[in-house]
C-alpha cells in the first residue's frame, strides 16, 4: 500500500522565501556536501554541542539529533547534557524558549530558523491573557492569589487555575507559573488537569474548580472529555471578544474555560477523512492526535501523543493497518520504520506539514554549527530575566507530574 506523502506542496514553494535569509554560500549545496559538512562540524563541537530534534522535523534535519522526542521529551533531555555548552533545538520557537528557561546559565539555545515559530502559539498573547484574567476578576471568578501560590479565595468566588499548553510563549509560561498554575503537554495532559482540579478551589460543596486552559481549545476539550467532563461543563473563550464572549452565568458554570486556539495541521484533520478511509481500508485503525478537534477524537479509535502514537502503533501486531491523524513527517517515518510488518498511512491523503518546522533546513543546521565552530553564535534565543523564574517555576511543576 502506497504510503508516503510527497513534503514540499505548493504552498510550501511559494513561502520558502520566509524562512530566515542564509549567506548565498549557504544555498544550492547538494545533500551529499550538506550531510558531510555538518558531520564534520558536529565532530569538531564534540561533547560542546547537542542537537535536540522534535518529531515534526523533516528527515534531513533530524539524523542529525542526538535526542529526538516531543515537547515534553525534549525538555527533560535538557538537563541531561550539562556538559554542553550549545543546545541546537531543531524545533520551533517555545521549544527553544522552554530549553532556555531549563538550562545551566553556561549553557546557550540556538534556534536554526529563527522564523520557525507556532500559529498556535501566536494566538495567545500576554495582554490578552492580562485582559482574561482580569475580566474572570470582575466575574467573580478569579481568586486572590498569594504569589505563586495556589489560589486563595474572597468570599463569593470561585477559584481558577490556569494550564498552559507547552505550545505558548514563556511570557504566557510565566504568567501561568505566578497565578498558581503550570505548563502541560499532550503526553501529561490528564494528569496535569487532575492535579490543576485538585488545587482549584472548591466554590461550594460539591462544586469544582475551574481550570483556564490556552492555548489550545481542543487539546482542553479532548482531555477534559475523556476524563468523564461533559462538553456542556465546557465553555470557549474568545481572547477577541470583550469577556471572551462569555457571559458570567456560562462561565461560572462552566468547569474548563478553553481558549480559542488551535493548531492550523491538526485542525485540518475531519471525522470525514476518517469515514473515507475506513471505507477504502476495511478493518484499518484510526490514531490521531489530541490537537485534532473532538469529533475527530470520537470518530478515532485511539488518540495521544506523538509517542503514544509511535508506542501503539510499533506495538500494534504484523499485520496492523494504520490511519494517523498528526503532522506528516512523523507519520512517513513511522511508516517506513514499522514496514513491512504494518502499513502506516495518513489521515490525511495529502499529509498535514508543519510549515514553520519545515523552516529548520539542513541549510540552516550547516550554518549555524560551522558559524558555532568559526566562535560566533547566532539565532541565541534568550528569555527575559523578568520572564525567566516564573516560567522555570511553570515548567518544574509540569515536569514533576507525572
Ligand atoms: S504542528 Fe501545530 S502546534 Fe505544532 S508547532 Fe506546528 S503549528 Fe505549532
Known sequence: ??????????????????????????????????DARIAGARRTLGNRLVILGHHYQRDEVIRFADY??????????VASRPDADYIVFCGVHFMAESADVLSAPHQQVILPDLAAGCSMADMAEPDQLETCWEELTQMGITPQLGSGQAPRLGSGQA????????????????????????VCTSSNAAATLTW????????????????????????GRNTAFKMGIPLDEMVGWDPNEIFGGLTPDEVKSARMILWKGHCSVHERFTAAQIATVRKQHPGIRVIVHPEVPWDVVQAADDSGSTEYIIKTITGSPAGSVWAVGTEVHLVNRLARE?????????????????????????????????????GRVHNRIVVPDEQKHWTRVALDRMLSIK
Open 1 to 34: 500500500m502506497a504510503s508516503l506523502i510527497p513534503l514540499l506542496t505548493e504552498y510550501e514553494k511559494d513561502h520558502i522565501s520566509e524562512r530566515q535569509a542564509l549567506p548565498e554560500w549557504y544555498l544550492g549545496l547538494s545533500d551529499a556536501e550538506m
Open 68 to 77: 529526538t522526542g516531543d515537547s515534553f521529551r525534549l525538555a527533560g533531555q
Open 159 to 182: 477559584g481558577v487555575v490556569p494550564v498552559t499548553y507547552i505550545n505558548s510563549a514563556a511570557s504566557i509560561k510565566a504568567f501561568v507559573g505566578e497565578h498558581g498554575g503550570t
Open 196 to 219: 490543576a482540579f485538585t488545587r482549584a478551589p472548591r466554590l461550594r460543596s460539591g462544586q469544582g474548580g475551574k481550570i483556564l486552559f490556552l492555548p489550545d481549545q481542543h487539546l
Open 338 to 374: 514499522v514496514a513491512p510488518e504494518r502499513t502506516v498511512i495518513s489521515l490525511d491523503q495529502f499529509g498535514c506539514l508543519c510549515s514553520t518546522m519545515f523552516r529548520v533546513s539542513p541549510n540552516h543546521l550547516l550554518w549555524i554549527l560551522e558559524e558555532l565552530v568559526a
